[in-house]
Each structure stands twice: as structure tokens, then as C-alpha cells.
């Protein structure tokens, strides 16, 4: 199915939280400064209702997003407001594909878990706390991934500043 | 033919008048067992050498090939010296005695259970009626050392490796020595020289598996146990270098490790001689024969000799040949369990103890019913 | 610390069946005798283990030899490749992409220049398309050669994997012919490939194609057919389709539980739609053919036989190749167009994606990777409890993670 397909059927079923979709355009050639944008479409879903929008793509004979193949986020500049939380789904049976994008706040920044749905989702959301000082409320086992579990910060925040030391080892 | 010890027989030979008798046996046993040690380590290093060079080209490459010049043959005396010289380690947690202890005690038991092991007709240093209790016996006291070197490094991974030998070893002394009766049935005797002996005939092929079809898989059964007693692959499961980083020698490094080492070469030397001496004609052969003939002065029944072509007085040539024809034979045996071990993958801890006792032991058992049968119907 | 689901007191206590087993001391309290007290024991598998293929560690809760418990602690190879996507040039983090995979790096490239492309839109000669295609599955042979080579060696079997090794060496001496490098390509660039071949190049390719078609029977009666091989592997680590599925598996693990999904097949990039049409290549599947559906055995038989696929596709690509430019004409500064695109294509160990955020400028604003293996390496803590020791070892391997990947 291609992504109107997907959006109409995501309509028709009334999948919860969904918001908005965010297509590639070309550039308009009347307006100077609009330079247009590039990539992928994907859909814009409220951040509270991510746990049942997920399951309705999971769930939908038609949709059958039985893959959650990606969940990482975004900073996207330091003087942002908000994270992107980008998931990818993957359907192994129809063949498709569908991003999805939910923002959340930086101040505090918390969404619920997607662990009940694919369990897939629990290293990466693991990954995505530690690296960005996103809570994932009800995750399971919310430990350190990758990074030592007395790590100072989140790296990947556009805002990071590189430690000078580490345990009285000096990083500079 | 009865053989005196020939070492004892030398020094009787050049011993001056009044030399007291115990003296030559006392001179007779340092000699022996420092020739003993000699050789084994010799062979223990050589198997090492040869085991490089198997697996290199089993896996298409070389091995060892530039110490020493040919075919890297120092190889394995170069290691000795750089193991030597090693630092002696022992993990602050470790059970000092016992760490210490154990690769002496598993090195000191094989040496032992070489003890009983005649190299050559005239090469042995304890004619024991029970030689093969005694061989067996004391090779399973090296489990004793392994368990003690797992317990005493302190460290989980030596333990498992400890617990594995122990349940291994106890699996598979049965299957070994049940599967050493069929032979000795046909023997009639415990006593390696004269199982060696009744092999003679046929010019020198009267091997016991041609004389009983039923040894042919008693053999293999032997060979097969003899794999899992000496923790060779595919029964490499207490070092398992995959499972337990290296099983119960975790810990050990320098020339301790090299004793676990050590062990293992001269654990399936020994084990390859006795299933020479068992199955395979011990010092028979064609060449042997040839040797008897040739060096081997007989009494005749008036007490004249009947051929006096030997060299010697003392038939040492025919000595060496028959010593050589059995370490040639065991080291064919040594061969094949290298072989094995570069060919086949590991078999799992369950599948090696269902392996030994569900089927092994009444496999062995079966043959040795077999094997006593054909003996009994035949004589 | 795994915490344990039993109180170790009323384990103990439970344990002691006999009198006289324990005692009162004269302050009144009871004391057990210690030696018929038993417990679980944690054991660490790594960071140094000769079986992690690589810094892994795994805290295993063992009873005797039989698993209760295992957790996976990712991040001793951890270097951040994130974050240094955001702080260099879109060129510049192609040689970062050869550090994840460090056994397939022509994938890898392949992966991140596919998704700065589809922020481009830029147009790839064919022949640059042609040349990716065998890069990349060659290194897919030299990739699932690692993986064959290791997991004999962990189950023991030590020859197979320097046979596997000769194989490798001459997959790794081809590419050092065509970029100079044997390990770290960074030759599939934006836009195409560095440089045409050099001459003899594809004869070869041809060459070693023939050689490996037999040496790969080899393999197959080896080590695949083994019988100890089979009997240490079938019924071992099953996955279930569902719960590859819920774990967001992928690659030879998905096809080894039966489903039948390959990227380059069923989300067709660059010249794999029309590999497909000529019916150049099929998708190996497990079957359960020596257990269950989805164990050990069926994911070694996907990485095996796929070899043979990607000969396949490599002659394929050897037949219909043309000369011609081999790189689009890009600038040296390359400015991207504003958006983002997420692109995933097949790697030997699975998907690997590569979600690029650009803002219109040199920097990329973010590059997120998705490992397969770190996905892949996810689905132990559900199916190692219950198993052996030595099975562990098995099932570790027959993920065939890489732990740079992993950690990124």
C-alpha cells in the first residue's frame, strides 16, 4: 500500500491520535526562502495516544504492521522546544512502510511506552532515554543501554556539553 | 620369551665383584625413572608439535616452520623455555596449596600410571601382574588434580570446567574398562608384556582383533572412551575454550599450564599404547619378527643355541625395534585423535553423558558377551 | 544482579529434607549445615569471552548447567557514531559508517549513501549501481562466511572457520584491488561508487564466483550436515514467528522462523526489482528441516545457503554490466535538501536503517543508525532461560551479532 492508502485506511479504522500528515514537496517557486522539503511522508500522532495508534497499525488486517523496525528520536536544534520521537513500521506481509512522528517537550519530556505493543521497542527506547533524557512511562526495565549507568547528561541533546572528566580520568 | 629388565641387565653385566645386589636395582630405578620422564615429556612435546602440524594442514596451512629449521621442528621446545620463563602466577583468591598442587598431582599420576607401561620388552620399570588396573587407576587420579585445580583457582568458570570432568571421567571409566575386558578375555592375563607376548605368531600378526572378530568394535568402543577419559575433542567439554573460556586452566598460566598440557599428550599417548598393547599387537609386527629372528639368540632344548645371529648379546637392536613398533603404533593412535579432534564439533554436556551411559556401557557390554562367547566356542 | 525470584533463606530451608541438618547454636540461633545448602549461581559470559564475538557481556543465572536467567549489557564499544553524524560533513561520516559492521562495510556504505540519496534525488549511473550491487553482496558472502566460520568455532569445530577464512581472503583481496582497502571500504559513495574497476577486475570476480560454488558444498557436507553439528543446534533457541515478530527481528533470524521476507525483494532498491523480475535470486527459508522451526539450525541454514544466492545475483550483475560513468556528478561540499527520509535496506545480519535528518545545510541534523544486530541481540533474555550452558554459546552465535554494530 502506498502512504495514501495507508493514511485513508489509518482514517477509516479512526486510529487514535492521529494528528496530521507531513508529505515531500518540491520547492515553491514563488517563494524565495521556501526551498521545499525532501525524504519521506510521515504522520504526525499525539504523543499520549502513541500506545493506541500503534497497536491499531499493528492490529489492522489491512495495515498489518506486524514490524516495529525503528524508534529513535530527534533533537533537532537547540533552541527547540521539542523532541521528535520517530517510529518506522514495517509490514513484512503487505510490504509496506509507514513513519510515524510524535513531539514531545524538552522541558520534562515523557511518552508512554511502546514496549505492550512490540516488545521490539524496549532496547531502542532504553537507547533513546539515556541518549536524550526522554522518560518512557511504564517501561519495564529502564536501565542504561549503552552508556555507563552513572553517565552525567544525554548526548545526543543538541544542547550536550562533552564532559572533561570521567571517574578522575581526563577527557580533554 | 621372558625378558629381564635390560637396564637392570646392563648394569648387572658391568657392575664390578661386590657391588651389592639392591644397589643395581636401586641405580637400575633412578635410571628407569629418569629415562621414563625423559621420554614421556619427549613424546608429550613431540605430540604437541605433531598436533600443530595435523591441525595446520587439516585447515590448509603450515603450522610451526621456522624454529629449528625444518618444519619448525623446535618449536615446541621454544615454548617450553618461554613458559619457563613465564611469571608465576596465583589469583589473590585462589586456594594457594591446592592450586599449586593440582597440575603436579595430575602430571604425577600419569607419569605413575607410565610406570606400569613397558616401552620395549625390556623396557619397564614395574612387571605388575595388574598392569592395566594399575594404568587405568592411576590415570583417573588425574581427575583428582583437575577437580582440585577448579575448585582451588576460585574463579566459576574453572569450577564448571571441574564438575564436567568429574562427570565426564566417572561416565566413561566404565565403557573404558568394560570394553578393555573383551581383550583381556583373550588374553588371559592382565600383565601388558604377556598380552604383548600372546600376540606373537602368524609372523607377528596375531593381533588380538583378528583373532576375535567381537574386538574389532570393542576397539572402536575403547577408542571412543579413550576420547572422553583423556578430554579430547569432541569430548574437550572441562576446557571447552568456547563454553568456559578454558574450563578448569582458566587461571593456571606458564609452566602450571604447561603440566595440564603435558598431561593431556602423555594421557593419550598412554592411552594409545595401551590400546595398542590391547587390540593391536602391542610390540608385534612383521618387523618385530624380523628383529626376533634376526638379533635373538634361542637355547635349543639340548641348551645349545640353536641361532646365534644376534649381534648382541643382550638383543638390544630387537629391543628397540619392538619399542619402536609399539610407540609407532600408539602414536598412530595419537593420530587419529587428532584427527578427530580437527574434524568434528563439540557434543553438549547432556548428549556426552547420555552418550556414555545409555548407550557406550551396554554397547561394551554387549560386545564383551559376544566376544567371551566366541572365546569360549573356539577353545 | 538478576534479582532473584526466590528468597534465598526459604530456598535454603526448602532445600534440607533430612533431620540432622541443621543445628542450634548455643546463641539460639539455627544454623544450616552449608554444604547441602544450594543456590543459583551468576556467572558473567564476557566482557572477555571467547564466545561474544566481540566486547559483549551476558549475566547469566545459572542451576548447575541449566540457564535461569540471562541479561545482555550492551555499550563496552559504545563511540557515539550519532553524534559524530551531527558534527561532520555528510561525506566525511561515510568512513564512520564502516565502523558498525565491520564485516559487511560495503553494506554499510551502501545504506547511509542510499539515504542521503533519497534526500538528493540525485540520479545513479547504472553501472555505479551495478558495481554496489556486487560490493555488496560480496560482502554478504564474506560477512555469512564470519558468521559460518564462527559458529562452528564456537560449537567447537575449529577447521571449518579457517576454510571459511581462505574464502574470506580472497573476497577481501578483491576489494583491496578495487578500493585498497580489505576491511574499512568507504567505497560505495554518495552518488555512485570512488572508481571504476580495475582491469580484470569482473574476470575475477567470475573466477572466484566458479571457485566458491564448490567450496560451498563443502561447507554444507562439513559443517551444516554435521551430525554433531545438527544435534547441538536443532531444537536449540527457538524463535516462534510471533515473537521474532514482537522483537523486531530481522534477516536470516525472521527467515529462519519461516517468514518469508527479504528487503530486497519485497521493498525493492536499486537493481534488486529487477534481479527479481529476471528471477536472478530466490529467498532462503528456514523449514525446520532438522527440528523445530525457527532454532539454531534453520538460521545457520538461511546464512549458508544465501551465499549461494548472492552468487547468484553477482553473476547476474556480471552478465548484464556495461561500461559507463561510475559516480553522479556531485559537488565536492555536498549541501542536502532539507527533510528526512528513512531507508532500510537488507544487511546480512538483518535491516539496517539509517534515518537522516537534514536541514538544508553541509551537517546533517541528525543520523540516527538502526543496527540489526542490536535488535537481533534483544531476543536472548527470552529464549536463552531454560536452556544449557553450552547452548547458550549456540544461541549467541547463531545470532551473528557484531557487537560494533551493536554499540555504534
Request: net charge negative.
Amino acid at each position: 500500500m502506498e502512504f495514501e492508502g495507508i493514511i485513508q485506511r489509518l482514517r477509516e479504522i479512526g486510529a487514535p491520535g492521529l494528528v496530521s500528515t507531513d508529505e515531500p514537496r518540491a520547492a515553491d517557486p514563488e517563494d524565495k526562502k521556501d526551498k521545499g522539503r525532501a525524504g519521506d511522508a510521515f504522520v504526525l500522532v499525539e504523543p499520549s495516544a502513541i500506545v493506541g495508534f500503534l497497536a491499531a497499525c499493528r492490529d489492522d488486517a489491512e495495515l498489518a504492521f506486524d514490524l516495529l523496525v525503528d524508534l529513535s528520536a530527534t533533537d533537532p536544534d537547540a533552541a527547540d522546544e521539542q523532541f521528535w520521537i520517530d517510529y518506522q513500521l514495517l509490514s513484512t506481509t503487505r510490504r509496506h512502510r509507514l513513519a510515524i512522528k510524535a513531539l514531545v517537550a524538552k522541558e520534562g519530556a515523557e511518552i508512554p511506552t511502546a514496549t505492550a505493543v512490540y516488545r521490539a521497542a524496549g532496547w531502542h527506547e532504553r537507547e533513546c532515554a539515556e541518549m536524550f533524557g526522554i522518560t518512557f512511562v511504564g517501561h519495564p526495565d529502564p536501565r542504561n543501554i549503552l552508556l555507563p549507568d552513572d553517565w552525567v547528561g544525554h548526548p545526543l541533546r543538541k544542547d550536550y556539553e562533552f564532559p572533561t572528566e570521567y571517574h578522575g580520568i581526563s577527557c580533554e | 620369551m621372558e625378558h629381564g629388565n635390560l637396564i637392570h641387565e646392563l648394569l648387572g653385566g658391568v657392575a664390578p665383584e661386590g657391588v651389592p645386589a639392591w644397589a643395581i636395582v636401586l641405580v637400575t630405578a633412578v635410571i628407569g625413572v629418569s629415562l621414563l620422564i625423559g621420554v614421556v615429556s619427549v613424546i608429550a612435546m613431540f605430540s604437541v608439535w605433531l598436533e600443530r602440524k595435523v591441525s595446520g594442514h587439516i585447515q590448509c596451512r603450515y603450522g610451526p616452520m621456522y624454529v629449528g629449521g625444518w618444519h619448525g621442528w623446535a618449536q615446541s621446545i621454544a615454548d617450553g623455555v618461554k613458559l619457563l620463563m613465564k611469571e608465576d602466577m596465583i589469583p589473590l583468591g585462589a586456594d594457594r596449596v591446592l592450586f599449586v598442587l593440582a597440575p603436579a598431582l595430575v602430571l604425577g599420576s600419569i607419569f605413575g600410571a607410565m610406570a606400569a607401561m613397558p616401552l620395549a620388552p625390556g623396557f619397564y620399570f614395574a612387571d605388575i601382574n595388574l598392569g592395566v588396573f594399575f594404568i587405568l587407576g592411576m590415570s583417573a587420579l588425574t581427575t583428582i588434580g583437575v577437580i582440585m585445580s577448579g575448585w582451588a583457582s576460585n574463579s566459576k568458570w574453572s569450577l564448571y570446567g571441574a564438575m564436567r570432568e568429574a562427570a565426564q571421567v566417572v561416565a566413561y571409566e566404565i565403557p573404558l574398562g568394560i570394553s578393555l575386558l573383551a581383550p583381556l578375555m583373550v588374553a588371559g592375563t592382565f600383565n601388558l608384556l604377556e598380552a604383548s607376548e600372546a600376540q606373537s605368531g602368524w609372523f607377528g600378526m596375531k593381533w588380538f582383533v583378528f583373532q576375535n572378530p567381537f574386538l574389532i568394535p570393542a576397539a572402536i568402543l575403547f577408542f571412543v572412551a579413550a576420547l572422553a577419559e583423556t578430554k579430547r575433542a569432541p569430548f574437550d567439554l572441562p576446557e571447552a575454550e568456547s563454553e568456559l573460556v578454558a574450563g578448569f586452566m582458566t587461571e593456571y598460566s606458564g609452566i602450571r599450564w604447561s603440566f595440564f598440557f603435558m598431561e593431556e599428550y602423555a594421557a593419550m599417548f598412554l592411552m594409545s599404547l595401551v590400546g595398542a598393547v590391547f587390540f593391536f599387537g602391542g610390540f608385534e609386527s612383521p618387523f618385530t619378527s624380523l628383529a626376533e629372528w634376526a638379533f635373538v639368540t634361542e637355547a635349543g632344548a639340548d641348551g645349545s643355541a640353536l641361532r646365534t645371529a644376534g649381534l648382541f648379546e643382550l638383543p638390544l637392536l630387537y629391543h628397540v625395534t619392538a619399542g619402536t613398533v609399539l610407540a609407532a603404533k600408539a602414536l598412530f593412535g595419537v593420530f587419529l585423535m587428532m584427527w578427530v579432534r580437527w574434524t568434528v564439533p563439540r557434543v553438549r554436556i547432556d548428549q556426552v553423558m547420555t552418550m556414555g551411559y545409555k548407550y557406550l556401557t551396554p554397547l561394551a557390554l554387549v560386545v564383551v558377551l559376544f566376544a567371551g562367547t566366541w572365546e569360549w566356542l573356539l577353545s | 544482579m538478576i534479582e532473584s525470584n526466590q528468597d534465598p533463606a526459604a530456598a535454603m530451608s526448602e532445600r534440607i529434607t533430612f533431620p540432622g541438618a541443621s543445628r542450634t547454636l548455643p546463641t539460639g540461633e539455627r544454623e544450616f549445615m552449608m554444604d547441602v545448602r544450594t543456590a543459583d549461581l551468576e556467572i558473567n559470559m564476557g566482557p572477555q569471552h571467547p564466545a561474544t564475538h566481540g566486547v559483549m557481556r551476558i549475566l547469566i543465572r545459572t542451576d548447575g548447567e541449566l540457564i535461569t536467567g540471562a541479561q545482555p549489557h550492551l555499550g563496552y564499544l559504545h563511540r557515539c557514531a550519532e553524534k559524530i553524524g551531527e558534527n561532520v560533513e555528510w561525506l566525511q561520516y561515510l568512513p564512520y559508517t564502516d565502523r558498525y559492521d565491520y564485516l559487511a562495510a560495503m553494506n554499510n556504505n551502501l545504506g547511509y549513501s542510499m539515504a542521503v540519496e533519497a534526500l538528493l534525488g540525485e540520479e545513479i549511473p547504472r553501472r555505479a549501481q551495478m558495481l554496489r550491487t556486487i560490493c555488496a553482496e560480496l560482502n554478504r558472502i564474506g560477512s555469512h562466511l564470519i558468521a559460518f566460520g564462527t559458529y562452528g568455532l564456537d560449537l567447537g569445530a575449529f577447521t571449518p572457520f579457517l576454510y571459511a577464512f581462505r574464502e574470506r581472503e580472497w573476497m577481501m583481496a578483491l576489494f583491496e584491488k578495487i578500493c585498497g582497502a580489505r576491511l574499512t571500504y568507504s567505497y560505495l559513495r554518495i552518488g555512485g561508487v570512488f572508481n571504476d574497476t580495475p582491469p580484470g577486475w569482473l574476470q575475477e570476480v567470475e573466477h572466484f564466483c566458479d571457485v566458491f560454488e564448490e567450496k560451498h558444498k563443502e561447507y554444507v557436507d562439513l559443517l551444516m550436515m554435521n551430525h554433531i553439528f545438527v544435534k547441538r543446534t536443532a531444537d536449540i533457541g527457538v524463535i516462534p514467528v510471533e515473537m521474532a515478530l514482537d522483537f523486531g527481528l530481522t534477516g536470516p533470524m525472521i527467515r529462519g522462523s519461516g517468514i518469508d521476507f527479504d528487503l530486497r525483494r519485497d521493498t525493492p532498491y536499486m537493481l534488486y526489482g529487477e534481479l527479481i523480475d529476471a528471477g536472478a535470486f530466490d529467498v532462503v527459508l528456514g523449514s525446520g528441516a532438522k527440528g523445530t522451526l525457527g532454532d539454531c539450525w534453520d538460521r545457520f541454514y538461511v546464512r549458508v545457503m544465501e551465499m549461494i544466492e548472492s552468487i547468484k545475483i553477482i553473476r547476474w550483475c556480471l552478465g548484464s554490466i556495461e561500461p559507463g560513468p561510475v559516480i553522479a556528478a556531485l559537488p565536492k561540499v555536498l549541501k542536502v535538501p532539507a527533510g528526512e527520509a528513512y531507508v532500510g535496506i537488507e544487511n546480512p545480519r538483518g535491516e539496517l536503517g539509517h534515518f537522516v535528518v537534514s536541514d538544508g545545510g553541509k551537517v546533517a541534523r541528525r543520523v540516527r543508525v538502526r543496527g540489526p544486530s542490536f535488535c537481533n541481540l534483544a531476543v536472548l533474555e527470552a529464549i536463552m532461560p531454560g536452556t544449557l550452558l553450552a547452548d547458550a554459546v549456540a544461541i549467541v552465535g547463531s545470532t551473528d551479532v557484531v557487537i560494533g554494530e551493536t554499540d555504534r
